[in-house]
């Protein structure tokens, strides 16, 4: 998704600009809309000639799985019925993606069903949008929320250029982080507040279309902040 904060800019400036949702399975688009009449923080509407509908009580106020359907879907994973069957239930596809729509049938996503974290009380949390928040911020390049620990903690890369210009050492970012993570927990409902942010000293490792690969960073041993 693009970030936030970059949308919003895009917004004030008058820039044109849309976003789409798509998949490989759904060859490949589900959701778009013009720019004229796209809506701020969504990824537009689905597309004509398919079908899709949100697995919740109340798909406008509750979050849950993004379904489809439509001559567009495929008919399954090549020689491989079983991982098919994971996907395809009563004919609708299961995206893994969460989400609501809006009156007017526009789709928010709002993070992955494999990645979510359940708070100390049952709350949803979904650390795709602490993540765009954390790099928003301008030390920070990229970041993974996890919890660990029963708290929510934060790996983080970030931009060594950055600090090398502005002299800053890896002693001296820690402080930064400190005033980062408090910054950033004023805006967050206190189930989903940071209670550390640690340093990743190197990239993330990445899948080929550059998504973090977050299976390897299931347990963080790197520097605490």
Not at 196 to 202: F, L
Request: hydrophobic share 35%; with cysteine; net charge negative.
């Amino acid at each position: 998704s693009l970030n936030q904060e970059v949308e919003a800019f895009f917004k004030k400036i008058g820039f044109r600009y849309t976003i789409g949702y798509g998949m490989t399975e759904c060859a490949p688009l589900v959701g778009y809309e013009d720019w004229s009449k796209f809506e701020m923080y969504s990824c537009g509407k689905v597309v004509s000639g398919m079908e899709l509908k949100i697995k919740s009580n109340d798909p406008y106020n509750e979050v849950g799985e993004i379904l489809v359907r439509g001559d567009n879907v495929m008919m399954g994973y090549y020689k491989n019925p079983e991982a098919t069957m994971q996907v395809i239930k009563e004919g609708w596809l299961h995206t893994g993606d969460l989400g609501l729509i809006d009156r007017e049938g526009n789709i928010f996503i709002k993070g992955r069903t494999k990645n979510l974290i359940l708070g100390a009380s049952g709350q949803n949390i979904y650390p795709e949008e602490i993540e765009d928040r954390l790099n928003s911020t301008e030390y920070i390049i990229e970041s993974i929320v996890m919890q660990q620990d029963g708290k929510l903690v934060a790996l983080v890369y970030l931009d060594q250029d950055k600090l090398d210009n502005e002299k800053i050492d890896l002693a001296h970012s820690k402080h930064k982080m400190l005033e980062i993570r408090e910054a950033i927990n004023k805006d967050l409902p206190s189930y989903s507040q940071i209670s550390y942010i640690y340093i990743q000293e190197e990239e993330f490792e990445k899948t080929p279309k550059r998504s973090i690969k977050r299976y390897l960073y299931t347990s963080i041993n790197p520097i605490k902040k």
